[in-house]
């Protein structure tokens, strides 16, 4: 099975890549946000905005409310962790959404030392009712995300799991471990 997924993770990685756009603007308790353009085909979803999210005013017997949170547009983006201005501590970092869903969700990241990186493939969602924003850091702590971009892979769906590949990923268990307990 590790196989297979390993398999897997190597093909995407080798994937062509489109580098983000990205713009760093200030964000809550003294983080920085890596802001993520939204892709156009998301703002040309029934019902989306280009500026803003949908409110979820309806109610959950409202066929119109689910038709539009059925419709959704995916990426799927890599962030390296790390390198020689990066200290060699966790970190981290929130995946973060606007919405009334709530999807984001927060990593913590063992960065590497001797400048070497982390990956960290996660995938970005957009529906009308929610979108991905960006990666929130903290703001000592944002020369460790040097850049993001998309992995261009048009023959698989994007996956709904994140990995965090530590450098020596290829060599070890691929599995995640509980943490918090």
């Not at 990685?13 to 890596?34: C, H």
């Not at 017997?61 to 539009?68: A, C, G, I």
């Not at 983006?77 to 919405?99: F, H, W």
Request: charged letters at 25%.
């Amino acid at each position: 099975m590790s196989d297979l997924l390993t398999q897997q993770i190597v093909r995407l990685l080798e994937a062509k890549r489109e580098a983000v756009a990205r713009t760093i603007v200030d964000w809550r308790d003294g983080a920085k946000l890596i802001e993520v353009p939204i892709p156009l085909a998301a703002a040309r979803l029934p019902g989306s905005s280009g500026d803003a999210v949908d409110s979820l005013s309806q109610t959950a017997l409202d066929w119109d409310h689910w038709r539009k949170s059925s419709l959704a547009v995916a990426d799927r983006l890599l962030l390296p962790v790390g390198g020689r201005s990066c200290p060699p501590r966790q970190l981290r970092l929130t995946l973060v959404y606007e919405g009334p869903l709530r999807f984001s969700r927060s990593l913590t990241i063992d960065v590497p030392g001797d400048g070497d990186k982390t990956l960290v493939v996660a995938a970005a969602f957009y529906t009308p009712l929610e979108r991905f924003r960006g990666i929130a850091v903290p703001a000592d702590r944002i020369s460790c995300i040097a850049d993001v971009s998309k992995i261009l892979d048009h023959e698989t769906l994007p996956s709904i799991f994140t990995a965090v590949l530590a450098p020596d990923w290829k060599n070890g268990p691929l599995f995640q471990r509980p943490g918090g307990f």
